[in-house]
């Protein structure tokens, strides 16, 4: 079965920090996946957050986490991850790990074919 399992959500304080992980069943090699974080807070769309290509390892951020949030991946543990820092009340969102095959394109979230079930995160202020 192809699923993508989220997990370290939880509640922080403002100017904290958190380590989401996402463990990846895809039916292929995790290594031809790119992959994405993306997070959806109440009321409003889901929004890029961060991406990993699956070629080179080349990354992507939303301009709102550059400096904040580092991307990276194991593709020996099928496993992508995305360490916060200095979170801020208003990142307060479902966080969702995605995948796409061989892909190119990573910042819209009809890019990706493949998405997890999401893990909150809370930053309190």
């Known amino acids: 079965q192809v699923q993508l399992v989220e997990s370290g959500g939880g509640l922080v304080q403002a100017g904290g920090s958190l380590r989401l992980s996402c463990v990846a069943s895809l039916g292929r090699p995790f290594s031809r996946f790119t992959m994405g974080w993306f997070r959806q807070a109440p009321g409003k769309d889901r929004e890029f957050v961060a991406a990993?290509?699956?070629?080179?390892?080349?990354?992507n951020y939303a301009d709102s986490v550059k400096g904040r949030f580092t991307i990276s991946r194991d593709n020996a543990k099928n496993t992508q991850y995305l360490q916060m820092g200095s979170l801020k009340p208003e990142e307060t969102a479902v966080y969702y790990c995605?995948?796409?095959?061989?892909?190119?394109?990573?910042?819209?979230?009809?890019?990706?074919?493949?998405w997890g079930q999401g893990t909150q995160v809370t930053v309190s202020s």
């Open positions: 990993i290509m699956w070629s080179d390892g080349t990354t």
């Open positions: 995605a995948a796409n095959l061989y892909g190119s394109r990573w910042y819209r979230r009809g890019d990706y074919e493949y």
